[in-house]
Every structure is written in structure tokens, then in C-alpha cells.
């Protein structure tokens, strides 16, 4: 498989913008099958991993596979980190990533905030500069933020 060429990570040290490669996927993927992962047993039926080049990676199955895409793009598997996150970024604390959102503040129980990726891969995208998300954990602020406008979505 080949990852997209032109893809960078957020600009948030240790990363500070640096381009994806195999070696990100690689470590994710150590990180995935590691024995202490709760995860390890979610990539069975994967043998092998290895890079070919910066950008194409070859991975052997056991067997064939109908569902082999849809593991590797299962959110819940599969983290690609950038290889920093090998004991200098914990990713609970510091989020990094190649979206189009830059995690800037979050304040708990209370709000999360977004800055667009400006080097983000498809361009033009976002559209927006900044998404600020509010926490209402009572039932009663939610609707009463509803009934006043001031909500976009309403998630449980």
C-alpha cells in the first residue's frame, strides 16, 4: 500500500509539521501489536509489516481477507502517530495528528478548541479557521443553550 505523499503532521513540537512516512506507520503499528496493547489481538491475521520505501508499505496476511481494509481503517485500531510518539509525546495528553483540526486548548468539562491545519493535504480545506466546541454536561443548560440558538449540535 502506498500513504499520500504531501501529508504532513500538525505543526506541534516535537513533530512541527514533519512529513508521513512508513516510519510513522511502523511505529504505530509496534505500538498496536505490542503485548502490553489491549489492542494486540484486533491485528491478528496481519504476519508482517514492512516499509519498501518512505511512502509504500508491503503487509502480508495469513490468509485472504474480505474485512483487511476495514481493520486497518478502524479508528480503534489503528492510530498512525507520528514516530515521536515513542515515549517523548503521550498522545492522551498531546494530540497530533494529519487532519484538517489543530487541538489548541481544551478545559474540562467546559470547552475544546480547533484551529484549521493550514498545511493540511487537501487544499482549500477546511473552510473555516476555528472551531470552538462547548461542553454542556446538564440536561437543563443544553436545552436551555437549544431553545436560545446558541447550539449547533447536540451530542449524548
Known sequence: MR?????????????????LTTDDVLQSWRRLTATESPNA???RGITRVEAVDGHTLRVELDAPSATFLDVLADAN???????ESDGRVDPARTAIGTGP???????????????????????GKP??????????????RRLSAFQASRTHLESI
Open 3 to 19: 500513504l499520500r505523499r504531501g501529508v504532513s503532521f500538525h505543526d506541534v513540537p516535537p513533530v512541527s509539521g514533519g512529513a
Open 77 to 83: 485500531r489503528l492510530w498512525v502517530l507520528p514516530r
Open 41 to 43: 489481538s484486533q491485528a
Open 101 to 123: 483540526w489543530v487541538h489548541t486548548t481544551w478545559q474540562s468539562g467546559t470547552s475544546l478548541e480547533f484551529r484549521r491545519h493550514a498545511a493540511y493535504f487537501v487544499e
Open 127 to 140: 473552510f473555516v479557521d476555528g472551531v470552538h466546541v462547548s461542553i454542556l454536561p446538564e440536561q437543563e
